[in-house]
């Protein structure tokens, strides 16, 4: 997830697009750039960091020019450094994208078998380098982005400058978010509307697939193979502070809608179904060193924790390895043993947080093989861990985490998968199933968030709780104490997460008709005994909420409400379980009025011990 920002027009740009590229921040901040056409030449100016570093840079190199092109970097490929930071030049041509090529490693083959020499670690570079190839042999500058990206797989969003064609930006979409802005003889293109609101009201969304030609008379839109489109902009009511949210109220409420696409995200080039294979070499360990685990621990704190628990099921059901989880404050203090034949995996969303980073840092002196599961490309833990697997959910600025949450399940999934198939230990057709219904979650989640409004209707007479119970067995236990948690981050009701089967042993003394208790209970092997735990909290008078499988006929005789979801693989069921109890929290905590962006006390990052 990065920031893109183009214009062409009458005004000097360079402040300009600065100006979209601050207001694009939060997709993006570990570096920045922007490209100039000064009437000679296309000029660059990058720096590494926030964006306040690229003013400085302006500010010793100055850029003029009324046409050019802007991005704000949140690094997949390549570290943030100021060479792989965009625009990424080739010859006369200069590039911003936002999004993850899948074929850039072939792409990147084929170009320096002909001898291309490349700048930078990224993706984004090997495009350019395809779109100056196409210029050099004599297209326009519309031709050859066309034919550039009919050779690219991914998810893209570019805005393009050329030397030998200065009076444009051209622009394409394939994934990844672009919008074109409409001016008075000038047009605009960013990754979002927030960016160019200041500029124009009149605003076109790109679709998928779509190119554009933006001189500054206005818009030439096709389809990729060159089909013209006829569609017209719209005027856009939303204020500023609205349009950054995406038109959500709050952070929170966008991540948790971006979940399909971050899950995508997470998943594009990681899964060959045709090999019935996880494609991901950065997850560091070969066939013979994966035959040598012997034990995997999971380290990590808060909901990276509960991803972890659902790791570590999965890995012994999939790979057929000793699997624990472990808190990382716990597993620092407590002299654990651990050697070379241990996988010690450190889970968390920021890299930052300082009890995972001293946890990995003692695991790893002690010999075992080292391994990360991460958001945030070259943050502290990744640079201790001998290998990192990024989650691609782009920035999370809510506190509490929601679309790093099911990234780190979809990462659990694929290490699961890439252990069994080298193992031994998973069948080529049950690894088929489990990626097959991966790569369908998407779709699955999407079906759940449009359950957005009856999932309101039953938030509301929650907020008056005074304490809540989640349960849940199997891979719903680890969904249960997630579900939990975000209820007591941003609504403040204490909230207790417990495995079903473990109510009777304590936590039952808690129930009676004020503590509503919510049963995650999709259809699998433990759906009967969850069941009878329901039904015993219903003896004491419990109000059920449950969260169950679409066609289950008899969960209307157990609860007093049902949320609903699609049916998946019952290793798969927590993508599908999470969000109505992501949902369920964020309306429960806005109907009580709190700061759900920035819940008392928390903080996203937390490097302290
Ligand atoms: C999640 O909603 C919380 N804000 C918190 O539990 C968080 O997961 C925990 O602090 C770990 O953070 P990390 O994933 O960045 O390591």
Redesign the pocket.
Known sequence: MCGIVGYVGPQSCSDLLVDGLRRLEYRGYDSAGLAIYDGKKISVVRAVGKLQNLVKALREQPLEGTVGIGHTRWATHGRPTEVNAHPHVAGNIALVHNGIIENHLELKRQLAEQGVKFASDTDTEIVAHLIHRESSAGNDLFTSVQRALRQVRGAYAVAVIDQKQPDRVVVAKNASPLVIGFGEGEMFCASDIPAILPYTKIMLPLDEGEIGILPREGLQLFTLDGTSVGRQPHTITWNAAQAEKGGFKHFMLKEIHEQPRAIEDTLRGRVDLAATDVVASEIGLDEATAKSIQRVYFI?????HHAALYGRILTEHLARVPATTELASEFIGRDPVVGPTDLVIAV???G??LD?LVALKAAKAQGAKTLCIVNVIDSAIPRVAGAALYTHAGPEIG???TK?FTTQLAAMVLIAVYLGRRRGTLSQERAHTILQGLVELPHQMRAVLALDDIIRDLARPLASAKSALFLGRGVSYPIAAEGA??LK?ISYIHAEGYAAGEMKHGPIALIDAEVPVIAIMPDDTVYDKIASNVQEAKAREARVLAIATKGNADIGGIANNTIYVPKVDPALTPFVTTLPLQLLSYYVADFKGTDVDQPRN?A???TVE
């Open positions: 990590a704190c808060g909901t990276s968390s969303q920021s930052e947080t995972t506190v509490a985490s790093c948690l975000k981050e928390l996203k990052t937390v």
